[in-house]
């Protein structure tokens, strides 16, 4: 059974969620892994297919005229149950808008071996806020980590926190 | 409980702002510039009718003062009414979830933030200088951790608990 990744971008408008998924349920596909945003008034979608479907198929199946849709044959790289084995931290940068937030803080994380796994970013009236979930391995010294930041933050006139994951296991 | 009825509306101040991310200095809850200012505050969340709480931060004086009323919010169950506390601190904090919340000072955007539901809070009223305690639950407990994070420099935004978790107060849809 094959995986694609399908991207799915176009002009907001209820119901583009619903055909879309329902054009992939027509053809046999399955959703695995997903998500959904708006940016700036256009739906963006990602999405991990599986099925028989080839990934040349699903971009004809999933074709619409207010769509920009792309569909690639992938290899999942992890399993989707295993843990990555590292430590879950959740950044908050925010400060004024400026060219090279998102560089220059995910260079300093990417220096350690950390990972961002997940990145949101939102701009309101001049404040920019950055949110990112990282995984960082086992052995980097975070108070190390968190000083490089803090210093990377204050050249961009930013507020950094950078803090544990706090899952709630019941 | 500070009713103060001679204090002006001032304005609110939006991210980023300095006094923001700066931690505010203690007042002398007597002192009558801390009084004017406790006025000012009541003043301004009045004219606010958006949200249920105010801190100094965001009125521009770096002081620690915060003022609520969490009878404005239909979710709202413990209700000390109007009030404003100089010098607060958490006393205790318990039984926490996870809302969505925002901020008048970052209009716009809404986040997930991980906050006690049950807290006591210390401080002491502005004028008298009467020390006063707050049991708080529910929307009036998270009100008032929101205030306090003012003082502290913070926003909600540093306590959002994933990346997934940050959103936009309103979106426009063109269909």
Request: charged residues 20%; hydrophobic residues 45%.
């Amino acid at each position: 059974m094959g995986l694609s990744a399908v991207t799915v971008l176009g002009v907001d408008r209820p119901g583009v969620i619903a055909a879309v998924t329902g054009s992939l349920a027509d053809c046999g596909a399955n959703i695995q892994d997903s998500t959904m945003t708006l940016l700036g008034g256009h739906v963006a979608m990602m999405l991990l297919v599986s099925g028989e479907v080839d990934a040349a198929e699903l971009s004809k199946r999933l074709c619409a005229p207010d769509l920009v849709v792309t569909a690639s044959a992938i290899e999942a790289r992890r399993h989707f149950c295993d843990d990555g084995g590292g430590l879950g931290y959740v950044l908050t940068v925010h400060g004024p808008d400026r060219p090279g937030i998102i560089s220059a803080i995910s260079a300093v994380l990417a220096a350690d071996g950390g990972n961002i796994t997940g990145m949101s970013t939102r701009l309101t009236g001049r404040l920019y806020v950055l949110i990112a979930d990282v995984e960082l391995p086992k052995e980097v010294d975070v108070a190390a980590l968190m000083r490089r930041l803090a210093a990377v933050g204050a050249g961009l006139d930013s507020e950094i926190t950078f803090r544990p994951v706090e899952p709630d296991l019941l | 409980m500070t009713r103060p009825a001679d204090g002006k509306p001032r304005e609110v101040i939006d991210a980023p702002h300095p006094l923001l991310s700066t931690a505010a200095e203690p007042v002398d809850p007597t002192a009558p510039e801390v009084v004017a200012a406790a006025a000012d505050l009541l003043a301004t969340l009045r004219h606010e009718p958006s949200t249920t709480g105010l801190a100094a931060p965001q009125i521009g004086l770096s002081w620690r003062l915060i003022a609520f009323d969490a009878g404005r919010h239909p979710r709202s169950r413990s209700c000390t009414g109007e009030l404003v506390v100089a010098n607060p601190r958490l006393a205790t904090a318990a039984r926490w979830n996870h809302l969505r919340e925002g901020c008048v000072s970052v209009p716009g955007l809404t986040a997930d933030v991980r906050r006690a539901t049950r807290i006591t809070v210390h401080g002491h009223l502005p004028g008298t200088g009467e020390p006063v305690t707050i049991e708080a639950d529910a929307v009036e407990a998270r009100c008032i951790q929101h205030q306090l994070d003012h003082l502290d420099g913070l926003l909600f935004l540093d306590r959002v608990v994933g990346a997934l978790s940050l959103h936009r107060s309103h979106h426009t849809c063109d269909a």
